[in-house]
């Protein structure tokens, strides 16, 4: 049984995380456990097949997180995130939004969806957009005559653009596991002059796909309104008006809600594209637009920007306690071999490199039902780690080589 530590492991934290204990925590503390019982195992002869030399790269592991450039660009999206959740850009856009296709049936929850992708692009950040929609929408679509499973659906699957559209927190995060694994893939094959992917990688890669999920909700939604007009009726602009509490034109309204948000896209997600700043520095342009948006609808007095600055920390160091719980829970997984594990299983799977990502996709929609994609990101990504997240790498750079 001891040969299939790594495994138990695994499973050991999923079952925690279901019990709904902080990520952070039930990484640090599963893996502290199951090392105790390695070093135990081993004190009183039994073979537990447990490497403690890994245990010895911890100090180095968490001096790289601290001192990690890529990694500062979290805490200044969550503060850009934060400003424009307090600075009423989103619930200006909302209204807007809602009075321009209101009138037609299923309009609110396109307006809803629109607003979600451009909140998502401005932010980064899944629970600021969630929450954000579902305290401003909810209730209108609701009065409205929408369907609740429909109303909270669409700002649920909304919100989620914020994991895939740049700039994404977590597209940031996964940038420095999945350069690590690139690197050593390249080395692997002989390559001594590796190249790197940067999160500009990502996020350049994230954009299309973050589009056609985004173009999918809204068709999604269109046929909804245009099969059962009872659970995405239309509503009158006229009503809507007098509800939103708007006494402006609507020209008026899309000009204050649409341009703000707009321009700090370009600002941000702009300059990382086209390669005028890095992710980080983008993401001091991103704060300090956000700001003045905050500044100019005087939105931002003495007590909220406390209340940002306490959001902002709090998000930010739950963010790095959770990368300082996966370090700790990936060395003791690979002190018990599982590394190896995983890597002989992605190996033997048909298919070479394709077979192994399309495996691994799958494990990731699987998880996604039962835990977050932050949780999956810090419990599956440092599993797999730069030896078999780089064979599925090494297989693509091969055929690649061969083809060319």
Same mark, same amino acid.
């Given at each position: 049984m001891l040969e299939f530590m790594p495994l138990i492991l695994f499973a050991a934290i999923c079952i925690v995380l279901m019990f709904g204990f902080p990520v952070a925590l039930s990484l640090a503390g599963t893996a502290l456990l199951f090392a105790g019982m390695g070093l135990g195992l081993e004190a009183v002869g039994i073979d537990a097949n447990f490497d403690s030399g890994y245990l010895a790269a911890l100090p180095n592991r968490l001096y790289g997180i601290m001192t990690? +450039?890529?990694?500062?660009?979290?805490?200044?999206? &969550?503060?850009?995130?934060?400003?424009?959740?307090?600075?009423?850009?989103? %619930?200006?856009?909302? $209204?807007?939004?809602?009075?321009?296709? *209101?009138?037609?049936?299923?309009?609110?929850?396109?307006? &809803?969806?629109?607003?979600?992708?451009?909140?998502?692009?401005?932010t980064g950040i899944v629970g600021a957009t969630v929450v954000t929609m579902g305290l401003m929408s909810l209730p209108t679509m609701l009065k409205r005559g929408y369907s609740t499973s429909l109303a909270t659906g669409t700002i649920c699957a909304t919100g989620t653009l914020g994991h895939i559209i740049p700039p994404s927190i977590a597209l940031?995060? =996964? *940038?420095?596991?999945?350069?690590?694994?690139? +690197? +050593?893939?390249?080395? $692997?094959?002989?390559?001594?002059?590796?190249?790197?992917?940067?999160?500009?990688? =990502?996020?350049?890669?994230?954009?299309v796909p973050g589009l056609i999920l985004f173009v999918m909700y809204?068709?999604?939604? *269109?046929? &909804?309104?245009?099969?059962?007009?009872?659970?995405?009726?239309?509503?009158?602009? %006229? %009503? =809507?008006?007098? %509800?939103?509490?708007? /006494?402006?034109?609507?020209?008026?309204?899309?000009?204050?809600?649409? &341009?703000?948000?707009?321009? =700090?896209?370009?600002?941000?997600?702009?300059?990382?594209?086209?390669?005028?700043? /890095?992710? /980080?520095?983008?993401?001091?342009?991103?704060?300090?637009?956000?700001?003045v948006l905050a500044l100019a609808y005087r939105q931002l007095d003495w007590a909220t920007l406390k209340e940002v600055l306490r959001s902002t920390t709090h998000v930010t160091t739950m963010v790095f306690l959770i990368l300082i719980g996966a370090a700790l829970f990936s060395l003791v997984f690979r002190a018990y071999g599982g590394e190896h594990m995983v890597t002989e299983l992605f190996e033997g799977m048909p298919g070479g490199g394709g077979g192994a990502t399309s495996i691994f996709m799958l494990v990731f929609f699987l998880l996604g039902f039962i835990l977050d994609f932050i949780e999956i990101t810090f419990v599956v990504v440092p599993i797999v780690g730069p030896d078999s997240a780089g064979y599925g790498i090494r297989s693509y750079l091969a055929g690649y080589h061969d083809r060319h």
């Open positions: 990690n +450039q890529t990694l500062l660009a979290v805490p200044l999206f &969550v503060l850009m995130g934060v400003l424009l959740e307090k600075s009423k850009v989103a %619930e200006t856009l909302l $209204d807007a939004m809602a009075l321009l296709f *209101g009138s037609m049936r299923g309009g609110l929850g396109i307006s &809803v969806t629109l607003v979600g992708m451009l909140m998502a692009a401005s940031v995060l =996964l *940038g420095d596991v999945l350069s690590s694994a690139y +690197q +050593q893939a390249q080395l $692997d094959m002989g390559i001594f002059s590796p190249k790197t992917v940067s999160v500009g990688d =990502l996020f350049m890669g994230a954009v809204m068709i999604y939604v *269109g046929l &909804v309104a245009f099969f059962r007009p009872s659970m995405a009726p239309a509503s009158d602009r %006229e %009503e =809507l008006m007098a %509800e939103l509490g708007h /006494t402006s034109g609507l020209g008026i309204l899309l000009l204050k809600g649409l &341009v703000p948000p707009v321009v =700090l896209i370009v600002a941000v997600l702009g300059s990382i594209l086209s390669g005028f700043a /890095t992710p /980080t520095e983008a993401s001091a342009v991103g704060a300090f637009g956000a700001l």
